[in-house]
């Protein structure tokens, strides 16, 4: 894949003060090393609340919104920019260059971990390490390589999607998030994806699941942890070790967990993986 450019200040949506179009918030010390956590499709930056009290006992952390997602700024929405990762690559480096933020530890889960990826390739001053929560470069199944699906599956779950989005989420929730036992944990995912708008939902998911970065992987120069959860339906281990393998020096953390969302099934053990690794940072 091509990589982008971003020239100067003020890159952002017609000028956009980034911290209304993103729905930027901080939390923690002032004066602790900056972590920007991202949420994945169909959050918003809430599904990071058990593990931000930990985070900023040493760190300034940093929560937004995707465009489309939570309290980010509609109007900043775009088709053109966000019919592919990079727009959302472009916004993450928009953040930390109008906040002036140096040093960035970010955090992406999902197809956020690509994100970050996608910008940490493109501008590696900027971040101090990426850190990688059940990442995916392809969902896709290709040869010698398991994404998970097949491309008929993708297909299926697109259609889906499209003709009954509300439909959808409730059913693809709770597989997402594993852990039939604690349903509220299901129930939740729901909420996010109904609360978001289905006209951006279903085009986020198109980026989401077609998109394929396994080319970008090498391009990544900054400390790199990848973190998994043993048992994950939508980024089975293999892909993990997939990102480990081709992202030199990484590290890669395999929890006792769950599901693709850890930050809200093994909050304790992926808030301690990731502060190690930030004191590592320091």
Known sequence: MASFRISGRGCNNAGMDVRVRNNVTFTG??????????????????????????LGEQSRVLLFDHVGAGGSDPAAWDPDRYATLDGYARDVLAICRDLDLHDVIFVGHSVSAMIGVLAAAEQPGLFAGLVLLAPSPSFIDDDGYRG??????????????????????????????????RPELGQE???????ADPAIAKAFARVTFLSDHRADLPRVKVPTL???????????????AYVHDRIAGSRLVTLDATGHCPQLSAPQATARAIADFVADCR
Do not use: K
């Open 29 to 54: 010390r002032d004066d602790g090393p900056v972590v920007m956590l991202a949420h994945g499709f169909g959050c918003d930056q809430n599904m990071w609340r058990l593990v931000t009290g930990a």
């Open 226 to 240: 990848v973190i998994q959860s043993a048992v994950d339906a939508i980024a089975p281990p293999e892909v993990g």
């Open 148 to 181: 998970g699906f097949t491309r008929e599956d993708i297909n299926e779950l697109l259609e889906s999607l499209d003709s009954n989005y509300l439909g959808w989420s409730a059913t693809m929730a709770p597989v997402i998030m594993g852990n039939p036992e």
């Open 189 to 195: 995912l729901t909420a996010s994806f109904c609360r």
